[in-house]
Structure formats: C-alpha cells, structure tokens
C-alpha cells in the first residue's frame, strides 16, 4: 500500500528572526589540501564555513517521502539556507593530515518566516507594474512633473530590483485605469459594476500592480502670475513655511493576474516643501526635484510601497498557467528566470469559472491531486510530465500549476 506523506521541518531561529536581521555565528569548515596549495584549500574551507553559518542561523529541510510495504523512500530532499553571511573573521586555522580546518565567525542576516511558519519559497512570482495616472493633472502643472505618472511606478520596480522572490516586468506605459477618480470600481459596458481587472491576461503576470495619484497639490495654490524674481527669492529663503507645503496621495491596487480579481488596495501619503520658483520647469526624478523637501520624501514613500510589496508577496506561493497539454505532457509559462529547474516538482490546480445572482464572474482553483515533474526548463517556459493523461484528467489550457 503506498501512502505519500509530506513535511517541512522548521530549523533554528526561521519563525522569529525579523528582516535583515543580523545574528552573529561560529562555523567551522574544510577542505582538502590538494598539490600542496594550502591557499585554495583555505579559500574552500572558508566557503565550507560560510555555508556551514548560513544553515546554522537559519535553514529548513523540505522533503517528499513516499512508504512503500514498510519501507521509506526519500523521494526529494531539500535543504535551503535563508541567510546572507556578511563580515566573516577567521577566528582559527589548522591541517590534520591532508585536511584543513576553519573556525571562522560571521554576521548572517536571516529572512523573515511566513505566518505559516514555512519559509519564503525560491521561485520568483512575476509582478507587472503599470502605469499611475493622476486623478488631477493640472495639479502636477507646477514644476512640470507629469512624467510622475510613469516613472513613479519605474522607480518602485527599480527599488524592488533586488528582491530575490519577484520577477518584475516593468509596463509603466499601458494604463489599466479607465476613470482614475472612480478606481478601482469601474462599470462594465453591460452596466454591472466590478472591480475586477478585465484584462488581465494579457498581461501575463501572477500579480498587477496599477494605481492612481489622487493628490499632488500645493497646501496654499496660487494661480498663475508673471515671473518675479523677487517674490521667488523670497520663497526659498523661506523655506519652511507651513504654505510651501505639497502633497503627494498614492492609491495602489494590487491584482490577482490569472482572474482580474482585486487582492489588495492601500493609499500612501507623503508631503514636503516644494520651494522651486512656480514657472520652472523642474522635472519629476530630475536632480532640483530630489534636492527639494518634496522629492527626499517621495524616495520614503517609494520605500513604504517596495516594503509593503515585499511583504505582502514574499510569501505567497508561486503559480504559473498552463499554455499547452498533450498527452502526459504539459508546458508552463514560467521557466529558469523564476527559479524552476529540472526535477521541481507542482501541484496542479484546475481553473473553474463561476458566475454569482449580479453575474459577475469569479474564478475557483480546484485541486486536482496531479503533481507535474518538470523535465525540460528554458528561460521562460518549462515542461514536465505527470503520471497519468491530461486529457482524462480533464487538464487544459489556462488551468494553475501552484508550488507546493
């Protein structure tokens, strides 16, 4: 009888470490000694040590066992380290025979574990950023900063860069806004109301990330004036006054890429003086705008949303479509760029759509129990096997692989 049991076993300090946070190790490690060159044995035994540090402060092992009359098969083991060792000392060195030995000490920054107690998965989930329009567009008249509309959302993939569990696809020229003062809710040509995205698909992207500036205005307008030197000398010197006050309102909706289906929206506001003389053309992300009070605080507000993007997608399991079946085989499109590599192993989900009493759509991921073993991964797609037919599983086109 064959019964498949699965377990993830949670090592050290994984579920209270917080965010680059840093915990100072001891590690030894080694190596051996070959030709006589001591200095590459002990550049190996360093590397032996920092591995050695980065399991020690926080790891996790994953494996898939099958039992099969009594007997247990490991059918994948997998061990990660979470860590990134930083500042390491050699604290020791010493040869035993043809071995070299290293005790070395080191800083490991750990990730933060997911409120599941599990650990942030390797896979990269895709996120596509797009657009921001501006609910008022003359309000960004003043310093000429109306390319904040797509560079905005530029900067934010670009602080997101370094994000090891996102794929960013930088869209910031396609607007998925039709009324930015009614978004995210918007009318369907039926006249039901949603705030679904109708046109996810076409994005190709687990996740979407659109938006609206709701507000980029001064604290005290003032219309329009024949230049004065005068009165703009006057203004900078003043610089801290209450009315050269500016603000900038961001709403984000974050999307579901596979159904539409709004995940998540949340508004970030920021304000700063803005003394730059009223009839100069600035510049959004230009060095004058970055100089200002206005522009240092809109780098915060770009930290804030990358922080809460971070967070909120760490964690969420990686999931692809399905492009193509054909008999045992099926085709994905995801492949090496997000992490896939032959032999990874997902779980396969099928895409149901219903419809509620208003006829709006929703989509459900039922689980079929199919696994797919990849056996050919490219930079953007990938390929595996399952163990029986798609088609009598009733597997197709556009239903979900999901990492288990």
Same mark, same amino acid.
């Given at each position: 009888m064959?019964s498949?049991?699965r377990?993830?076993?949670?090592v050290?300090? @994984?579920c209270? &470490?917080?965010? !680059?946070?840093? /915990? =100072?190790?001891?590690a030894?490690g %080694? $190596?051996?000694?070959?030709?006589?060159?001591i200095e590459?044995?002990?550049?190996s035994a @360093?590397?032996? &040590?920092r591995? !050695?540090?980065a /399991? =020690?402060?926080a790891?996790?092992? %994953? $494996?898939?066992?099958?039992?099969?009359?009594?007997?247990?098969?490991v059918?994948?083991?997998?061990?990660? &380290?979470?860590?990134?060792?930083?500042?390491?000392k050699?604290?020791?060195?010493?040869?035993?025979?043809?071995?070299?030995?290293?005790r070395?000490?080191?800083?490991v920054?750990?990730e933060?574990g997911?409120e599941?107690?599990l650990a942030?998965?390797?896979?990269?989930?895709?996120?596509?950023l797009?657009l921001?329009?501006l609910q008022?567009?003359?309000?960004a008249?003043?310093?000429d900063?109306?390319t904040?509309?797509?560079?905005?959302p530029?900067?934010?993939?670009d602080?997101?860069a370094?994000e090891k569990?996102?794929?960013?696809?930088k869209?910031t020229h396609?607007?998925?806004v039709?009324?930015?003062?009614?978004?995210?809710?918007?009318?369907?040509?039926?006249?039901?109301?949603s705030?679904?995205l109708?046109?996810s698909?076409?994005?190709?992207s687990?996740f979407?990330?659109?938006?609206v500036i709701r507000d980029?205005?001064m604290r005290?307008?003032?219309g329009?004036r024949?230049?004065?030197i005068l009165?703009d000398l006057?203004?900078?010197?003043?610089y801290?006054s209450?009315r050269?006050?500016?603000?900038?309102?961001l709403e984000?909706?974050?999307?579901?890429?596979?159904?539409g289906?709004?995940?998540?929206q949340?508004?970030?506001?920021?304000q700063g003086?803005w003394?730059?003389?009223?009839?100069?053309?600035?510049?959004?992300?230009?060095a004058p705008?970055?100089?200002?009070?206005?522009?240092?605080?809109t780098?915060?507000?770009?930290?804030e949303?990358?922080?809460w993007?971070s967070?909120?997608?760490?964690?969420?399991?990686?999931?692809?479509?399905?492009?193509?079946?054909e008999?045992d085989r099926i085709w994905?499109?995801?492949?090496?760029?997000?992490?896939?590599?032959?032999?990874?192993?997902?779980s396969?989900?099928r895409?149901m759509?219903?419809?509620?009493d208003?006829?709006?759509?929703y989509?459900?991921?039922s689980?079929?129990?199919?696994?797919?073993?990849?056996?050919l991964?490219?930079p953007?797609?990938a390929r595996g096997?399952?163990?029986?037919?798609?088609?009598s599983?009733?597997?197709?086109r556009?239903?979900?692989?999901?990492?288990?």
């Amino acid at each position: 009888m064959l019964s498949t049991l699965r377990h993830l076993i949670i090592v050290a300090l @994984i579920c209270t &470490a917080l965010p !680059a946070h840093a /915990l =100072q190790v001891e590690a030894e490690g %080694s $190596a051996a000694i070959v030709n006589g060159d001591i200095e590459q044995a002990r550049r190996s035994a @360093i590397a032996d &040590a920092r591995q !050695a540090a980065a /399991l =020690q402060s926080a790891a996790y092992i %994953s $494996a898939t066992q099958a039992i099969t009359n009594g007997v247990l098969d490991v059918d994948t083991l997998e061990l990660r &380290a979470l860590g990134e060792v930083k500042n390491v000392k050699t604290l020791d060195e010493w040869i035993q025979g043809s071995i070299l030995f290293v005790r070395i000490q080191a800083e490991v920054y750990v990730e933060q574990g997911c409120e599941s107690g599990l650990a942030p998965l390797g896979y990269r989930k895709s996120l596509a950023l797009t657009l921001f329009p501006l609910q008022s567009p003359a309000q960004a008249s003043s310093g000429d900063l109306g390319t904040i509309q797509s560079a905005l959302p530029g900067l934010i993939a670009d602080a997101l860069a370094d994000e090891k569990a996102l794929d960013l696809l930088k869209l910031t020229h396609v607007n998925l806004v039709t009324d930015p003062a009614s978004a995210p809710t918007l009318q369907l040509p039926e006249g039901r109301i949603s705030n679904a995205l109708q046109s996810s698909e076409s994005m190709r992207s687990q996740f979407i990330l659109s938006g609206v500036i709701r507000d980029m205005s001064m604290r005290t307008p003032v219309g329009p004036r024949e230049p004065n030197i005068l009165v703009d000398l006057y203004n900078q010197a003043d610089y801290a006054s209450q009315r050269h006050l500016r603000n900038l309102s961001l709403e984000l909706f974050l999307y579901d890429g596979f159904s539409g289906e709004l995940i998540e929206q949340k508004s970030f506001n920021t304000q700063g003086r803005w003394t730059r003389p009223r009839e100069e053309r600035t510049g959004f992300a230009t060095a004058p705008f970055w100089q200002q009070d206005y522009g240092q605080n809109t780098r915060k507000l770009i930290t804030e949303v990358r922080d809460w993007l971070s967070s909120r997608l760490r964690c969420e399991p990686f999931a692809a479509r399905i492009t193509r079946t054909e008999g045992d085989r099926i085709w994905i499109d995801a492949g090496s760029r997000q992490g896939l590599k032959k032999g990874d192993k997902l779980s396969i989900y099928r895409r149901m759509t219903h419809y509620d009493d208003q006829m709006r759509s929703y989509s459900e991921l039922s689980d079929t129990h199919e696994t797919l073993t990849l056996d050919l991964v490219q930079p953007g797609l990938a390929r595996g096997r399952i163990p029986g037919d798609s088609l009598s599983q009733n597997i197709q086109r556009d239903d979900i692989v999901m990492s288990r």
